[in-house]
């Protein structure tokens, strides 16, 4: 009963992905949605403060948040190999909180941004 079950999940998991292997030409409009992350390198180094000039306050840093939302990808196929792809996505908003010595401290702020970009994409396969 194990190798049947086996081929079974095999040859469901190839039924499956066979949809996916469209062919696309030049001309063609490809809409795709999906999760979309932004993931900050929230490395700091030490806060500086201008209460007494500009002394580094020694282990008082920040971290930010990585957030995820709806991506939306539009991309128009310029020729066969060559495309031009437009990522939009709903607007992401990230937590700014302490760290290190400020790491009680909770959230210190946030930031809000709606990242459009524009890319060129090449499809090395026919």
Do not use: C, W
């Not at 049947?4 to 499956?16: C, D, E, I, Q, R």
């Not at 062919?23 to 403060?49: C, K, M, N, Q, W």
């Not at 709903?90 to 930031?111: C, R, S, V, W």
């Amino acid at each position: 009963m194990y190798r049947p079950f086996k081929f079974s999940v095999l040859a469901a998991s190839m039924l499956a992905t066979v949809p996916l292997a469209n062919a696309y030409e030049a001309g063609d409009f490809i809409g795709r949605a999906g999760a979309a992350t932004v993931d900050p390198d929230s490395s700091s180094s030490s806060l500086r403060t201008g209460l007494t000039g500009l002394e580094v306050v020694p282990g008082a840093r920040v971290k930010v948040e990585s957030d995820t939302q709806l991506g939306l990808t539009f991309t128009y196929m310029v020729t066969d190999n060559l495309a031009v792809g437009l990522l939009g996505a709903t607007p992401f908003k990230h937590d700014i909180k302490g760290d290190g010595i400020l790491n009680g401290a909770g959230k210190l702020g946030e930031t809000k941004h709606l990242p459009p970009t524009l890319t060129l994409q090449y499809f090395p396969m026919p």
